[in-house]
């Protein structure tokens, strides 16, 4: 999946998640590539900038940074941070010292789309083709 269609990926499965969202256009966007709310027309605060990177690497806290800067002072608008890989330990911090950011790593991505899956679009369901496999635990069988 290239790097656009990785964030209307993300976009999606906000959306799976009960927000509207949509993805920026691919060009001069910022940094943020999505936009979400939970309302209709996106413009109560809350507002979550969405910046997604495709990529396995270790994000850094500059890229973190521009994220952060990009965002309204006040409340009114908060940071969402989306890879495939891990962040450095720079960026980690600067999460935790600021409320209005996020950051999800690779390992929490797939949780959410393990979680949300049913509310996927179809057309991710078809792309991620899951299907449902039930085990049975040998010692409730036995015992």
């Known amino acids: ?21 949509t993805a920026t256009v691919a060009s001069g966007d910022g940094g943020v590539d999505v936009i979400a709310s939970r309302d209709a027309l996106a413009i109560e605060p809350p507002i979550i900038k969405v910046q997604c990177k495709r990529t396995t690497s270790t994000i850094g806290g500059p890229d973190v940074q521009r994220l952060a800067g990009a965002l309204a002072h006040g409340g009114s608008e908060l940071g969402l941070f989306v890879t495939l890989g891990n962040y450095s330990a720079d960026a980690l911090h600067l999460e935790r010292t600021r409320q209005d950011l996020r950051l999800v790593n690779g390992k929490q ?29 040998r010692d409730i069988v036995d015992g």
């Open 109 to 137: 991505l797939i949780d959410l789309v393990f979680e949300h899956y049913e509310a996927l679009d179809s057309e991710w369901k078809r792309l991620l083709p899951f299907r449902r496999v039930y085990a049975v635990d």
């Open 1 to 21: 999946m290239d790097p656009y269609r990785f964030e209307h990926f993300v976009a999606g499965l906000l959306e799976a998640m009960g927000y509207r969202a």
